[in-house]
């Protein structure tokens, strides 16, 4: 099961985009907005999604930092639909 972590997004979508995760046997942790100790929460995860029109430059910053030091994969995606994330793990998870 491949871990992954969403970075922006609506709100009213985190339980969909968890439910798309789990079509593709992907475990999720959708932050949609910045907790105080998100490097701490980010934890190692096989990919990273950032929905970059729903997300703070602060947000970007701290989770591109954060996958950088740990090596973890980056995925950047203008759109955060589920369909945009389904197209994203078709290509990447299979």
């Avoid at 430059?57 to 759109?79: D, L």
């Amino acid at each position: 099961m491949s871990k992954l972590v969403i970075i922006g997004g609506h709100d009213c979508m985190v339980c969909k985009y968890k439910e798309v995760c789990k079509q593709y046997d992907c475990k999720a942790k959708v932050f949609t907005q910045v907790p105080g100790n998100l490097k701490q929460q980010i934890g190692n995860p096989d990919m990273m999604v950032l929905f970059t029109n729903t997300v703070s430059h602060r947000m970007v910053n701290c989770a591109v930092n954060e996958a950088k030091r740990k090596n973890i994969q980056i995925v950047r995606c203008h759109t955060s639909s589920a369909a945009a994330l389904k197209q994203i793990l078709e290509e990447r998870v299979g």
